[in-house]
């Protein structure tokens, strides 16, 4: 509707501009009439690639991690040696973030390195898992981590989670990762940014026992409560109980 508007009156397009703090403008992207944001092409007079792990580029369609040429911008961080020799070499600044690219050479985000699982048979990215829980459980912020072959998705419902809902939506969005563990909690954990923090998460889910909740199977659609610890800080106390995840199987449900 915005930006709509924005041609409407003003006659003028708008453009979602990619890029960091380190290396500055990188990819524009115009709106389609939907406003939908379509693929990305390097700014001008701006090298970019995608390229696998070892530095080759990638295929098309093929995901990779986008690296930026440093034609100019900072070359290393501030007292942060080990960081600016892995960030800042071979000419080129290495990002987190992963990305494919089309025949034309115009680039689609995907999401960031840190959210690579490794799944039976491969390895996917976190995000459309995450927005898909998100659309599907009526969130604001889902969140889905990995802990040693593990997998865990912890749901922000303040509101607490329906679990007529979950059970109808969960088996067709995590149905392909294998075994998950579904946490509701009031709120999660974010960075300075205001960006959930995903290393904590990570923490929580390798330090929760493993009877505190089962795993997610899909070809089993019988559901059993278990009671759990309350997370820290609720008004029920420390040391209360309550049902902490949502799983297809054996698994916590929230009533």
């Not at 709106?31 to 007079?45: E, T």
């Not at 995450?130 to 981590?145: I, Q, T």
């Amino acid at each position: 509707l915005v930006i709509r508007r924005v041609r409407e009156r003003l006659g003028a397009g708008i453009t979602d501009n990619y890029g960091s703090v380190e290396v500055g403008t990188v990819l524009l992207a115009s709106f389609g009439a939907d406003g939908a944001i379509g693929p990305r092409k390097a700014a001008p007079g701006r090298r970019v690639e995608v390229c696998r792990e070892d530095g080759s580029p990638v295929a098309v369609g093929e995901a990779g991690r986008i690296r930026v040429a440093l034609d100019f911008g900072i070359t290393g961080y501030l007292n942060n040696a080990a960081e600016s020799a892995w960030r800042f070499r071979d000419g080129w600044f290495h990002t987190e973030d992963i990305a494919s690219r089309d025949a034309d050479g115009r680039i689609t985000l995907l999401g960031r390195a840190g959210e690579v699982l490794d799944i039976p048979g491969g390895r996917v990215l976190a995000g459309p898992y995450e927005r898909a829980a998100c659309d599907g459980l009526e969130l604001s912020l889902a969140v889905l981590v990995q802990s040693g072959p593990g997998l865990h998705l912890f749901v922000e419902a303040p509101g607490g989670l329906d679990a007529a809902l979950a059970a109808r939506v969960l088996p067709g969005i995590l149905g392909g990762l294998g075994p998950v563990r579904v946490h509701v909690r009031e709120s999660l954990p974010r960075g300075a940014t205001g960006k959930p923090d995903r290393a904590t998460l990570a923490a929580l889910a390798a330090a929760l026992p493993d009877d505190a909740c089962d795993p997610f199977a899909p070809q089993d659609s019988q559901f059993v409560a278990v009671a759990v610890p309350a997370p820290s800080g609720s008004q029920q106390g420390e040391g209360a109980m309550h049902g902490l995840g949502v799983m297809m199987g054996r698994g916590a449900i929230r009533q």
